[in-house]
């Protein structure tokens, strides 16, 4: 299985709607997303909250790019029907699959379509020390890097003659452990850097801050929050009245 998937997190500059919205909201969004997810027990319910994603996917022009990051997820989607089938159902294991789809496609639109220095600047306006809004603005700059370096790795183990393409799941399992453990080595040594770079420049000398730029949630920003709220007031009350909506009911007879 490729590590590739972690380019789902990397920052991608267009001039679409959903980036010219403030972090604050497109944070509700994931946030929403992932609690509409877990409002139904039932597979229909899931997919029509999974179609309503699929035109914000589209607005920031991303589309291609979700498809791109469901394909390179096909090893977990796998493994998750395979088990919950296995131990539950195979209703219940397709639940879990789009619960995963759903809130990994509104994370993904999240950190693609919001520029770190715009995150580190959303979080501090919300009263968060800029200590944690900038650790983790940086972490969220690292999660491409890792991606990047594990694919190296695995063609620097290529070249040495590890075969890492072997057929069956516990094969593909044992095989990224030779992955993993150089990508553990490397993102220690990364992170010590990282520390003595901002200690060479006195990083937390001083608590008051100020910044060239500042983010200010604009009147599309509001739209789009009264969007998700009423959204999530609709899928509350059909799932109080699901009983009544034999189709909502369907699943697979098995």
Request: net charge positive; charged share 15%.
């Amino acid at each position: 299985m490729s590590l590739m998937f972690l380019e789902a997190f990397k920052f991608l500059k267009k001039d679409t709607f959903l980036h010219r919205l403030d972090p604050r909201s497109k944070l509700l969004m994931a946030i929403f997303y992932s609690i509409f997810s877990f409002l139904f027990l039932k597979i229909i319910p899931l997919l029509l909250i999974l179609l309503t994603m699929i035109p914000l996917v589209i607005s920031g022009k991303q589309l291609k790019k979700w498809l791109t990051n469901l394909k390179n997820m096909y090893f977990l989607f796998v493994l998750i029907i395979l088990i919950n089938t296995l131990f539950f159902s195979l209703n219940f294991a397709l639940l879990m699959v789009l619960r995963i789809i759903i809130m990994l496609s509104a994370f993904t639109l999240f950190f693609q379509t919001v520029d770190p220095n715009d995150l580190a600047l959303s979080f501090i306006s919300m009263k968060i020390p800029y200590e944690i809004a900038f650790s983790f603005s940086l972490a969220f700059r690292f999660i491409p890097t890792i991606a990047m370096e594990a694919e190296n790795i695995k063609d620097a183990q290529q070249s040495r003659g590890y075969e890492l393409q072997a057929s069956g799941m516990i094969n593909k399992i044992k095989n990224l452990f030779p992955l993993i453990v150089p990508l553990i080595i490397c993102s220690i040594k990364r992170a010590f850097n990282v520390a003595e770079a901002l200690e060479s420049r006195a990083f937390g000398s001083r608590k008051n801050r100020t910044h060239y730029f500042t983010v200010k949630y604009a009147i599309m920003d509001w739209l789009f929050t009264a969007y998700l709220i009423l959204l999530l007031i609709f899928l509350i009350y059909i799932q109080i009245n699901i009983g009544q909506l034999i189709v909502l009911n369907w699943s697979f007879p098995l």
